[in-house]
């Protein structure tokens, strides 16, 4: 089985300072890490991948993520951060619901950004 | 393209009611899924299908049941609701299966009273 741990439910910041958003996870299988962005009264959006390759993921909207796996951690960060980066914000690994590949996501609780003028 | 459509987008039940969530895809994905959302908890996969006529239960199935007679669709039945299944509910798709980017629709919030 696999889990995911998203360690802050809410993250303060002022606007155009840096921020971290917390992931750690667990999975018996290979992984695949996402993180995924929800915008108020919308459908989640992928945000970036860790599928292979090199540990450090970049996505949209200037967001990347580095992928560690002695520490099991998928941390999210963004340099600079704008109004309009206040959302929802959740981590996701691939896993097995029922002892196949991988069916589907197993999602962290989410963390919300709030970006303070 | 549409992308990923659900309807209805809000509906309210009573105790016991049935209904179907109808969700559907116009990129010709094999896989598509079923996810609740609840205050605090994330997303839970509820069913999921790799294609037409091939179904299987992820983390939260009970109280729910799923068919996938086409490419296109995708419904979620309730046969007889409950309070604990007032939620918002995400349909999803992709290509192949769930290590790709996944889809979501803009949900259906259900409240059952």
């Known amino acids: 089985a696999q889990s995911v741990t998203q360690l802050d439910s809410q993250v303060p910041v002022f606007e155009e300072a840096p921020v971290e958003l917390r992931c750690n996870y667990s999975?018996?299988?290979?992984?695949?890490l996402f993180w995924y962005v929800q915008y108020p009264n919308q459908g989640l959006q992928l945000l970036l991948k860790?599928?292979?390759?090199?540990?450090l993921v970049k996505g949209i909207n200037g967001f990347e993520a580095e992928f560690n796996k002695s520490q099991t951690s998928f941390h999210l960060r963004k340099p600079s951060v704008h109004i309009s980066d206040t959302a929802e914000y959740f981590c996701?690994?691939?896993?097995?619901?029922?002892?196949?590949?991988?069916?589907?996501?197993?999602f962290g609780k989410g963390t919300h950004l709030i970006i303070q003028p | 393209n549409a992308g990923v459509t659900q309807t209805p987008k809000f509906q309210v039940l009573k105790t016991g009611q049935s209904m179907t969530l109808q969700c559907a895809q116009d990129?010709?994905?094999?896989?598509m899924s079923w996810y609740r959302q609840d205050p605090g908890m994330g997303l839970r996969l509820i069913h999921y299908?790799?294609?037409?006529?091939?179904?299987d239960q992820g983390e939260v199935p009970n109280g729910y049941n799923v068919s996938r007679s086409t490419t296109e669709d995708f419904p979620l039945r309730l046969l007889s609701a409950a309070p604990s299944q007032t939620s918002v509910y995400f349909c999803?798709?992709?290509?192949?299966?769930?290590?790709?980017?996944?889809?979501f629709g803009p949900g259906t919030r259900l409240l059952v009273l």
């Open positions: 999803a798709s992709s290509y192949r299966g769930g290590r790709e980017t996944q889809y």
């Open positions: 999975s018996s299988v290979s992984v695949y």
């Open positions: 860790y599928l292979s390759g090199s540990t």
């Open positions: 996701a690994v691939s896993g097995s619901f029922s002892g196949g590949g991988a069916d589907g996501l197993t």
């Open positions: 990129m010709n994905h094999e896989y």
């Open positions: 299908s790799v294609g037409a006529g091939i179904t």
